[in-house]
């Protein structure tokens, strides 16, 4: 993916163990496609040399506002002009302090004091120790940096280089990135709630076994993430399956169709966007066994009973909010033959404004998809992409559905 492509980043660091993790960041930016300037405090240089900043980002470090290398020795107007963005990690106490003050003593801190702030955005992924990230003094600065126009990433939480456990570790240089590109996509969804069923269902058969599928949720989760880059407040509701919890993205863990049923038509209720990713298990045995089924030694599987699981999609399609138009549903249909036909058949089934069908045994579990988008009107396929690259996609179209006034009902 070069999703940074064209984009020209200025990548601040101030003083921090958490530089060396800034190496990677550095990296990371370049492979998505950026161009990297470094700007670092002499702090971060205690911590980092700007020998190995500069052989990263393959352009010279900058470190001094005296630097005689600007033909007009003003580097922090150069800089912070040529920037599409300026990512200041880590960020420590000190230094968020310094932008609270408006303070311009070093260049890293008067390149942020100059910055065009209309147009190029500044954001900040502080890193320090547990109780300097809760002292008040800290919380005030950064609300105030905030209100000023910065954006703050957050920090993660655990064990910290001093020894201490708790919130105040800098974001890993994969989720900083992941945040930055969200920053550049635009909000076509700023203000809807999407709800979104991802994965599959597993249904016990007693407390050892159990019946599944063979969905990854990757699809599900790339439109998380997707919906969550396009401006939406988003709740994933994930059956069992192994991925991270896209950046800024509610997860309600399931296991089965009931519990994944329960979470999304609470969920619902406020939702504007359903998206119906989940391959839900069509039945569930009727009874599974409080303890372990045992082999008898007849040498036949005993008889389990299957009754029907609620279809959710269903019922959320038909439920108050959507039938008067405040929540747009979306269904998806996996087929393993005659696409457009099942595709069609099942939309009007389900009662659902769009469908979105894909052939599942070329879908599960692969990085990319291709898909058919069937409305009333008619279909519209997207060709084979990434899964995030298409889930952007299909963002786009639902979002101009929603811009656009309401089409009659079949
Ligand atoms: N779905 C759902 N709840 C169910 C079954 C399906 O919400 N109990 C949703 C899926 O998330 C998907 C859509 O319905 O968006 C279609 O799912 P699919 O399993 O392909 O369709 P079925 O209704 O099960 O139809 P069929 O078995 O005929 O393929």
Not at 266 to 273: D, G, K, L, N
Not at 314 to 329: D, I, K, M, N, W
Request: glycine content about 8%.
């Amino acid at each position: 993916m070069t999703e940074l492509a064209g984009k020209h980043i200025v990548l601040g660091l101030s003083g921090g163990v958490a530089c060396y993790k800034s190496a990677e960041l550095c990296r990371q930016l370049i492979k998505l496609g950026a161009t990297v300037q470094v700007v670092m405090t002499e702090a971060a240089t205690q911590f980092i040399t700007p020998v190995t900043m500069q052989a990263l980002s393959n352009r010279p470090v900058y470190v001094s506002q005296w630097d005689g290398r600007e033909a007009n020795n003003m580097p922090h107007i150069n800089l912070s002009r040529e920037a599409d963005a300026i990512v200041v990690a880590p960020a420590s106490a000190d230094f968020v302090a310094q932008l609270v003050q408006g303070r311009a003593d070093e260049l890293l801190a008067l390149l942020c004091l100059a910055r065009p702030s209309s147009h190029v955005p500044l954001l900040l992924a502080p890193a320090m120790n547990r109780e300097m990230w809760g002292h008040p003094a800290t919380q005030r600065n950064l609300r105030q940096v905030q209100a000023d126009g910065a954006t703050v990433l957050g920090v993660g939480s655990g064990e910290q280089a001093c020894g201490e456990t708790g919130d105040g570790r800098m974001l890993e240089p994969a989720e900083i990135a992941e945040e930055l590109v969200a920053f550049f996509q635009p909000k076509r969804l700023a203000g809807q709630r999407v709800l979104i069923t991802a994965g599959p269902t597993f249904e016990a058969i007693d407390p050892i076994r159990g019946v599944t599928n063979h969905s990854s949720g990757k699809m599900g989760f790339a439109i998380a993430r997707a919906a969550r880059e396009a401006g939406a407040e988003v709740v994933l509701v994930a059956g069992p399956v192994h991925l991270p919890t896209p950046r800024g993205v509610r997860r309600i863990d399931v296991q089965s169709a009931a519990q994944m049923r329960d979470a999304a038509v609470a969920e619902a209720a406020r939702a504007t966007v359903f998206i119906a990713t989940a391959a839900v298990a069509d039945w569930r045995p009727a009874e599974p066994s409080r303890q372990k089924i045992k082999k008898d030694g007849s040498g036949r599987m005993p008889v389990l009973h299957f009754v029907e699981n609620t279809d959710i999609l269903h019922t959320v399609a038909q439920g108050e909010r959507a039938r008067s138009g405040a929540l747009f549903c979306v269904g998806f249909a996996a087929e393993s033959h005659d696409l457009l036909a099942h595709a069609r058949a099942k939309r009007e089934r389900k009662g659902i404004p769009l469908l979105v069908g894909n052939i599942g045994p070329a879908a599960f579990g692969q990085d990319d998809n291709q898909l058919l988008l069937v409305d009333a009107q008619g279909v519209r396929e997207l060709p084979r992409a990434s899964k995030l690259t298409l889930a952007r996609d299909l963002v786009a179209d639902i979002a101009a559905r929603l811009a656009a006034p309401p089409v009659p009902q079949p």
